[in-house]
């Protein structure tokens, strides 16, 4: 039984799948999540590389270049998880670890999904510190790192409670 992937590790009710089986549907079902993230990552990242040979790039304060830096770091981090599952997946092609490579690969998506926010975030905060006050952006920031983290994980995190409560009421 595959746990921390996709379905939780259960299979899915009225579902009839061996373990193996299961892997290769959850499997599937990450490759489609990752190629939605993947390509808005992929262009966050070539964007942040840019900036630096912009013209306006030399006169942002020395925060504001730390900043910067951190934010590409951190571009490039997320790029490195939601990339891994596809070189576990090659690595271990062959070896029947399907469902260890579906586990691990759940988790390496989560950990690039959290530096995500965190890249978004940084990015958003440089952006709006240049474009107009630092308390605003601040506020802006948190605020859509609020929301992120209620949509992309408290939400699902609920959802995911109430749909094993009634399972342990019976």
Known sequence: MV?????????APGRD?????????????LLQELRVVQTGVQILFGFLLTVAFQQRFGQLSD????????????GAATTGALVG??????????????????????R?????????VCTMASALLLVL?????????VWLVVGMVVWFGFAWFVLPAVARHRAVAPKERE
């Open 129 to 137: 510190r240049v474009a107009g006050s630092d308390t605003v952006a």
């Open 85 to 106: 599952p596809v070189s576990l997946h090659r690595m271990l092609t062959g070896r029947r670890l399907k469902p260890e490579t579906v586990a691990w690969a759940s």
């Open 63 to 74: 925060g504001d270049r730390t900043l910067y830096t951190v934010t590409v770091a951190l």
């Open 17 to 29: 799948e061996t373990p193996e089986e299961r892997a290769d549907r959850q499997w599937g079902e």
């Open 108 to 116: 390496f998506t989560v950990a690039g999904l959290v530096l995500l």
């Open 3 to 11: 746990t921390g992937a996709g379905d939780g590790g259960s299979a």
